[in-house]
């Protein structure tokens, strides 16, 4: 039997999933749109049907399809790790908190999946962690962090998330939202609505979505779309436009800054949509990030992440792989 592991990316708009070998190598990556407002088990839906393509697409050897020995998912929300429970999220995935995605994802996948020492498929393993958590896995594993003992991710995109990573660990703190960045408070963000329902947090004027909206509170151009229609306004010479970038991307460094100075990082990986957006935004975050922090930090080396897309598919899989080998040694078939 072919016998793979798949690694999943959850976001609040698309799902990736691509399988991931016990060397980082990855396979093709497919993605579909995530049902959110259709409810909690109709995303478990679209992820099992998701896995399942991945698998058919698995070239057949000797007449045999492959088969699933773990599963890992990186997906949006805080994440119990040791149950794969969702314990709170935003409303980017209305009904999210609570959900098993563990246990959901391996009853809808038990025929699929490679039966365990007992002859059990129903024990598949299944690995659930915050989408930036398994980002920041990706990176450390084999991407811009690759070699550091510790490292700082930051993502930002339709929102904006954290992970700290030590000793090749994430930090995942006593309340499962170690390294929750986008809720930090920041100067510049006061009375601004974050996705959590608080004011002054810096998704609230830093995550993709705010920048539109502010662009167009402050009366930008009503014809704008959506942010890279900004991001583009700022590069052609929008002062309004330029001006509400550079505020994202400085909210941010405060962010990183802070984050920074309590940590020390060897290194802080920023990723995301946003990490794209060009000169202009990344100047500012870059140059933010080195004011605000002491002298003897000025210098920490700040990379863009270098997986894209796929890395919170490669980091899921990872932990994947890392549960499929904690339980292959103990169900003694090493």
């Given at each position: 039997m072919t016998d793979v592991v798949v690694g999943v990316d959850l976001g609040g708009t698309k799902t990736a999933a691509a399988t991931v070998g016990p060397d980082g190598a990855l396979g093709p990556v497919r993605t579909v749109p995530t049902p959110g407002p259709a409810g909690p088990d109709a995303v478990l839906d679209a992820v099992a049907g998701l896995v399942r393509e991945v698998l058919a697409a698995v070239p057949v050897r000797a007449g045999h399809v492959a088969r699933l020995r773990g599963l890992g998912v990186g997906t949006a929300g805080v994440i119990d790790v040791g149950?794969?429970?969702?314990?709170?999220?935003?409303?980017?995935?209305?009904?999210?908190?609570?959900?098993?995605?563990?246990?959901?994802?391996?009853?809808?996948?038990?025929?699929?999946?490679?039966?365990?020492?007992t002859g059990d498929p129903a024990a598949l393993p299944v690995f659930v962690e915050n989408d930036v958590d398994a980002h920041a896995a990706g990176e450390v594993w084999l991407g811009a962090a690759a070699g550091a003992r510790s490292a700082l991710l930051v993502a930002v995109g339709t929102g904006i998330g954290g992970?700290?990573?030590?000793?090749?660990?994430?930090?995942?703190?006593?309340?499962?939202?170690?390294?929750?960045?986008?809720?930090?408070?920041?100067?510049?963000?006061?009375?601004?609505?974050?996705?959590?329902?608080?004011?002054?947090?810096?998704?609230?004027?830093?995550?993709?979505?705010?920048?539109?909206?502010?662009?167009?509170?402050?009366?930008?151009?009503?014809?704008?779309?959506?942010?890279?229609?900004?991001?583009?306004?700022?590069?052609?010479?929008?002062?309004?436009?330029?001006?509400?970038?550079?505020?994202a991307a400085q909210a941010v460094g405060?962010?990183?800054?802070?984050?920074?100075?309590?940590?020390?990082?060897?290194?802080?990986?920023?990723?995301?949509?946003?990490?794209?957006?060009?000169?202009?935004?990344?100047?500012?975050?870059?140059?933010?990030?080195?004011?605000?922090?002491?002298?003897?930090?000025?210098?920490?080396?700040?990379?863009?992440?270098?997986?894209?897309?796929a890395a919170a598919v490669v980091g899921a899989a990872r932990g994947a792989w890392n549960l499929v080998e904690d339980v292959t040694t103990v169900g003694g078939t090493r």
């Open positions: 149950r794969g429970v969702v314990v709170s999220a935003t409303d980017t995935l209305p009904g999210w908190p609570g959900t098993d995605v563990a246990g959901g994802l391996r009853r809808r996948l038990a025929d699929l999946a490679v039966p365990d020492a992970a700290v990573v030590l000793d090749g660990r994430p930090l995942r703190g006593a309340h499962h939202v170690a390294g929750e960045l986008g809720h930090a408070p920041v100067p510049g963000a006061e009375l601004m609505r974050c996705t959590c329902g608080r004011e002054g947090h810096v998704e609230a004027i830093g995550a993709g979505p705010a920048i539109h909206r502010r662009y167009l509170a402050l009366g930008g151009d009503a014809a704008s779309p959506d942010t890279r229609d900004v991001v583009a306004r700022a590069v052609a010479g929008d002062e309004l436009a330029a001006s509400v970038v550079r505020d405060r962010a990183v800054a802070a984050v920074v100075t309590v940590l020390d990082p060897e290194v802080v990986v920023v990723g995301g949509g946003m990490a794209g957006a060009g000169d202009l935004w990344w100047s500012a975050l870059e140059d933010t990030l080195r004011a605000e922090v002491v002298d003897v930090l000025a210098d920490v080396p700040l990379r863009p992440a270098a997986l894209g897309n």
